[in-house]
């Protein structure tokens, strides 16, 4: 059985860090990837604002 694990604040605050990263070179260098980076940023974003 596997059970479902939830990332704790400061993993997804690093890997919210890093999606705003990669999401201002994606608006430079790779505009095909914002809209994928922004939906994760907004998830991202709501799960910290959960908790």
């Known amino acids: 059985m596997t059970t479902h694990h939830e990332p704790s604040a400061a993993s997804l ?4 860090k890093e999606v705003e990263r990669d999401l201002a070179r994606a608006e430079k260098d790779n505009p095909e990837h914002v809209h994928a980076l922004t939906a994760e940023k907004k998830k991202l974003e709501s799960q910290l604002a959960q908790r």
């Open 13 to 16: 605050a690093h890997r919210l």
